[in-house]
């Protein structure tokens, strides 16, 4: 991973971010695309892959998802937790914030009902952390991954990773695509939404 990437740059950048504006992170919503390809999935157990600031974990609780929200940079979690709480402690008590580096953490095999990744940056091998976050999806569970390939110093999901990895005769490709983001964005997003068969 380059220097500008590492765990303690994420840390500086958090703080540098919550120094600057307080509140200002607790006003993001979740990503959109969550709520466009999750919202009809009944409540169960999820998985929130790089979750940042818990936006994306904080929209599954209050929809009675449990949710375990998992990044290796501390500062966010403890941002989110916060945020958890001020929610209620019915939300807060379905999250589990649990810090961790997604090039090497592992779920709980055929573990949850819905397993989201966005916009991760991947130290190392996209297929290898695609197969591992795919390996803690249970039968009949959804796996959504979203990234932004070309993104600067980064490398992230991308439709082929994905597909690389995703066998056919084990999962369900329901989206694979690059998205536009708006009618006339620039940028573009790596949708892959599985569902696993068995």
Known sequence: MSDDLDRD????????????????????????????????LPAGVALDAGAGHGSEALWLAARGWRVTAVDFAATALARGAGRAGREGAEVAARIAWVEGDLGSWTPPAAHFDLVTCFYVHVAGSVPEMVRRLAGGVARGGTLLLVGQPGAAGQTQVSVPDALEVLDTDRWEIVVAEDRRRGARGAATDAVVRARRRT
């Not at 971010?17 to 009809?40: H, Q, S």
Request: aromatic fraction near 6%.
């Open 9 to 40: 740059s994420w840390e500086r950048r958090w703080t540098r971010v919550l120094d600057a504006d307080p509140t200002g992170v607790d006003r993001r919503p979740p990503n959109a695309l969550l709520l466009a390809e999750v919202a009809d």
